[in-house]
Structures are given as C-alpha cells and as structure tokens.
C-alpha cells in the first residue's frame, strides 16, 4: 500500500515523491500565517488580567519555550539522522519512529483535536471581525447612540465556511505558500492598525494605564479564573508545532531542511513576539483594566471608521488563510486514511476532470473524495462554532489543550529518545523539569477556559458571537 508507506519515500540526498520548493522565507511566513492569528486580538485585555509585570514576562516565557522545542521538533523531521535520514512528513509520523506506536493515539488525539479547535477559534473570530465592520458603519451612518446596529455572527460565520469550501480545494500546504504569503501581509495590515490606533488612544489622555497586578474583580476566585484565561490565550497565540512538521516538509534540500526550519521558527516567533509585546503592552497602557477581549471588536474603536473596517478585513483575510494551513493537516490525514480503507473504490480514488465553459481547452479537476469530505468537515466545523461562538474562552481551551502535549511533551520525548539521554541525567532533569512546569500552567488554563465557557453558556445566546 504506496500511501502507508508515503512517509519514508526518500533517498539520502534529500529526494522525495514530491517537489519541494519552500524556502527560509515561505516557512516564515508559514509559520507567521499559523501564529499571529486571533491570540493578538485578545493581548490588551490578557496583559491587562496579568498586570505590568508578570504579563510582558509571561509572553517573553512562552516564545522562549516555544522556539527551544520548535528546534527540538525540526530534528525530528528526519529519522534516524536529522539530515540524512528518511523523512517524517506528518507530526504523528515523527512520533511512531521516535516513541513508538503506543503514543501515536495520544498525539493524534492531541494534534487533530487541537488544528480542529483552531479551525473553530478562527471561524469564530472571522465573523466577529465580519459584525465589527457592519457596526462599525452604522454607528458612522446613524450616530453612537443609535439601535439597530448589533447583529448575529451566525450568518457570517457561514459566509466564512462558504468562502473556505472554495478554498479547501486547493491540493496542500505545497500549493497555498501564496495564500499563506498574504496571509501574512495582513496580519501585519491588522497588527500596525491596532497598534497604532491603541498609541493614538494613549497619546490622548496621556496616561500609563493598568496597574503592576492587573485588572481588579469583585471576587479573588473570578480573578484566578481570569488569570488562568490569560494563560490560555498566550498559550494559543503562540501554538504552531501542529503544523511544523508539515510545513518543514515543503522546504526543498539542501540546506539541510532542520538548519533552514530553525531558522525560519526564530524569525517567525521573533516577529510575532515583538508584535505581542508592542499591542499587548500598547494597548493596556492605553485602556488599563477596561481593556476589551477583542481590540478590534468589543467597543474599543469606531473611529476613523474607515481604518477599523480596514483592520478587520485584514483579520478576515488572514483567517481565511491561517485556516488553511491547520486544515490541509487534517484533510491529508483523513483522505489517506479512506484512501488506503478502501483501495478498490474508484468513485473515492478517481479524479474527474470538468471543463470551463467557454474554454474548451481547459478543464478542472474534481476529486469526489476531497470535495465531499472537505465540505463534511468545514460544514460541521462551522456548527461547532455557531453553538459556542465564546471568542475568549474558545481561544483559552484551544491553547491550554494543544501547548503542553504538542508544543513540550512530544518534542522533549523525541529529543531524548534521539540522543539516547538516560533517566536521572542533568539534561534529562532540566528536559523534563520544564515539561511538568508547562503541564500545570496547562492545566490550570484549561480549568480557567471551562469555567468561563461554562459561565457564558449560562448567559449567552446559541449562535450570537460573544467578545
């Protein structure tokens, strides 16, 4: 069976069944589409949970931690020799040649529930951004003090799956470098907008808002619940190891893929760290501990109304963009998987081609497997998100679920089985000291993410987004 054996189809100098032309800069920007997504939306208000002094910390902290274990996991991309060796094309497929198959369930329980959630996170966001801009130019048309101008995220939350079905279309991460490229460009269109409307904000009253221990609440244990959220939201905004693996395996060779993935992981997070700190920090010395949950949607700015609307059609396009990359995953696993299930099949295997009306010399081709599937997921996706449309606590569980298993534990226990680092040594201390500290801040976000979901359900409206 040709597609159980995909993985480890290459030759010593670097040959594959596929042609790779990725570079340093198409991973990075790659990596910038998959990271510097929704998480930036919510950095004012989670500095603000944190205060002056643990909050810019904690963002330093988790880009440190994240780019050490991005390194450990770009050696794994080959195995046994990260240059030389046969290649690992998926995640889950480093993990069965490092740590056997009795972890592969655990990290594609891990890996897939945590791109889905993504996919949920972004649809939510997506829309969010989608009111923002209806708002927004109603308040420009008819005053601040007008109704009428709040709406349901439901119905753009299902223009947003439409626009992914076109896009889900698309063969792989291979064939979508453009897609992520612009992607990119406007995730720095939303991040410069944000930051510079949070300083002109400060310039206008002048004042350092916010306070070194953070926002105040009537109860110490809804502070707690908060600070947790906080956590969660930092551990989601700087999420990618899900997809490196599969972003590695675009770069072509040589450079040794690892050397050229490490160096794209640093630029990446390096990038988006900076950006992190600027709005985070901006943007809580600008509002303090009113801070919004979304800066961009939750009442903080109506005016220019135009440079709003251009913001958040900037979050738009790169969403759009960012849920491919977390998607195309998912989709490779599961058409493999029914693939090699039903070999024979030829309605599954088949591809047909339609030709263009009005040009008869082209034509389309249309996989029923990949049209039907892909539609299956991205319909039920959108579902999940009409029912839970919570953007701060969907973001919170998300990275709470996915940090410590994909972005510490996996990568730390393939570094040491590859080096072959025995039990009770220092570096194995060190390894495994900083993986149990990142399972309980993990933990204690996850908790922090239920119970705010939990309290929303219980507030909220099905189907209308919630800041």
């Not at 594959?16 to 990725?22: A, F, I, N, V």
């Not at 048309?141 to 299902?158: A, E, I, L």
Request: hydrophobic residues 45%; aromatic residues 12%.
């Amino acid at each position: 069976m040709e597609m159980e054996r995909r993985s480890v189809v290459y030759d010593a100098e670097g040959g594959d069944d596929h042609e790779r032309q990725g570079t340093v800069w198409t991973a990075t920007s790659h990596i910038v589409a998959a990271v510097v997504g929704s998480g930036v939306l919510a950095l004012a208000w989670t500095v603000a949970q944190l205060g002056w002094v643990v909050g810019p910390l904690v963002l330093l902290g988790f880009s440190c931690v994240t780019y050490y274990t991005s390194t450990l996991l770009a050696n794994c991309y080959r195995y046994p020799d990260p240059v030389s060796g046969a290649v690992n094309r998926e995640y889950i497929d480093a993990v069965r040649c490092y740590l056997g198959r009795k972890n592969v369930l655990l990290c594609g329980c891990a890996q897939y529930v945590n791109l889905w959630g993504t996919l949920v996170g972004y649809t939510i966001t997506a829309s969010t951004s989608m009111v923002a801009v209806k708002r927004v130019n109603c308040f420009h048309r008819s005053g601040f003090s007008t109704t009428g101008c709040n709406s349901s995220g439901s119905t753009y939350m299902v223009l947003f799956g439409l626009m992914q079905l076109l896009l889900s279309q698309l063969p792989s991460l291979h064939n979508i470098a453009w897609l992520s490229v612009v992607a990119v460009a406007t995730s720095f269109g939303y991040s410069f907008i944000s930051l510079g409307l949070c300083a002109a904000k400060w310039a206008s009253h002048g004042d350092i808002r916010g306070t070194l221990a953070g926002a105040d609440v009537d109860a110490p244990r809804d502070k707690a619940f908060n600070v947790l959220l906080a956590l969660g939201n930092i551990a989601f905004s700087y999420t990618f190891a899900d997809v490196l693996i599969e972003i590695q395996d675009t770069l072509k060779s040589p450079p040794a893929e690892n050397k050229t993935m490490k160096r794209a992981s640093l630029y990446g997070l390096s990038m988006t760290t900076v950006f992190y700190l600027l709005l985070g920090c901006t943007g809580y010395a600008a509002f303090g501990n009113d801070a919004a949950g979304n800066i961009l949607t939750g009442l903080a700015f109506y005016e220019p109304y135009w440079l709003v609307d251009v913001a958040n059609v900037c979050v738009i396009v790169h969403l759009a963009g960012a849920y491919q990359v977390f998607a195309q995953p998912i989709f490779a696993r599961l058409e493999s998987y029914v693939a090699c299930r039903w070999p024979d099949a030829k309605i599954i295997n088949a591809t047909y081609y339609v030709r263009v009306p009005g040009r008869p010399s082209s034509s389309v081709p249309v996989a029923p497997l990949k049209l039907v599937l892909r539609t299956v997921i991205i319909m039920f996706t959108t579902l999940v998100a009409m029912l839970l449309p919570f953007f701060n606590a969907v973001l919170g569980l998300i990275g709470a679920l996915g940090f410590w298993p994909l972005s510490v534990y996996f990568p730390v226990s393939m570094h040491i089985a590859r080096l072959k680092i025995r039990r009770g040594e220092g570096r194995w201390c060190w390894l495994q000291a900083m993986s149990f500290v990142c399972l309980v801040i993990s933990l204690a976000a996850s908790i922090g993410s239920v119970q705010d979901i939990v309290h929303n359900l219980k507030t909220a409206t099905p189907f209308k987004t919630v800041d």
